[in-house]
T-cell receptor, first 115, second 111 residues
Framework: DTAVSQTPKYLVTQMGNDKSIKCEQN?????MYWYKQDSKKFLKIMFS???????INETVPNRFSPKSPDKAHLNLHINSLELGDSAVYFC??????????????FGNGTRLTVT | GQNIDQPTEMTATEGAIVQINCTYQ??????LFWYQQHAGEAPTFLSY????GLEEKGRFSSFLSRSKGYSYLLLKELQMKDSASYLC????????????FGTGTQLKVEL
């Protein structure tokens, strides 16, 4: 009965590879997000989708491509991985995109290590 | 984090009260969230203030002063399990629920 689940939990890969992280929520929420948490624990938004439509696209290299096949899923594909991509990536969802109604529910994170 | 400042670390004693402050640029946000993050885990929602004043939820309370760009999280009757990072985050209406997080305050509760 996990609310927001993401896989894999750990991902170790070499520079230049392409990898994907999957995320699913069973809360019936309309909005989903990808956040990146760096080694200093700073949590920064990357993307947000509302009902499969992209609504937030921060300054993220275009090697990162989100895909939302339906409103319960938001996957993240990363091409040509670099050392600086090493971080914990959190998927999250909220009821909708209005802050007053919508605390974020986070997944347990994917710890990506690029060697 | 950009526009949001909070102390890096705090230490408190079990059973005591601790106040974690957060300051932000007033032009940025409509409301303030507080999240708790235990080491190696996901952040979890604690509170949201959109109006000035104090919101109480059991042992945790959160305060907001929009004119001063100031918020705090108050934790009472501290327990060892409260040792965690506490993240202040600003939310902006019309911004697609884009939260801007501070770098978090690492709270250590000691015996």
């Amino acid at each position: 009965d996990t609310a927001v689940s993401q896989t894999p939990k750990y991902l170790v890969t070499q520079m230049g590879n392409d990898k994907s992280i999957k995320c699913e929520q069973n809360l019936g929420h309309d909005t989903m997000y990808w956040y990146k948490q760096d080694s200093k624990k700073f949590l920064k938004i990357m993307f947000s989708y509302n009902n499969k439509e992209l609504i937030i696209n921060e300054t993220v290299p275009n090697r990162f491509s989100p895909k939302s096949p339906d409103k319960a899923h938001l996957n993240l594909h990363i091409n040509s991985l670099e050392l600086g991509d090493s971080a914990v990536y959190f998927c999250a969802s909220s009821q909708d995109f209005r802050p007053a109604n919508s605390p974020l529910h986070f997944g347990n994170g994917t710890r990506l290590t690029v060697t | 984090g950009q526009n949001i400042d909070q102390p890096t670390e705090m230490t408190a004693t079990e059973g005591a009260i601790v106040q974690i402050n957060c300051t932000y640029q007033t032009s940025g946000f409509n409301g303030l969230f507080w999240y708790q993050q235990h080491a190696g885990e996901a952040p979890t929602f604690l509170s949201y203030n959109v109006l000035d004043g104090l919101e109480e939820k059991g042992r945790f309370s959160s305060f907001l002063s929009r004119s001063k760009g100031y918020s705090y999280l108050l934790l009472k009757e501290l327990q060892m399990k409260d040792s965690a990072s506490y993240l202040c985050a600003g939310g902006k209406s019309g911004g697609g629920n884009k939260l801007t997080f501070g770098t978090g305050t690492q709270l250590k509760v000691e015996l």
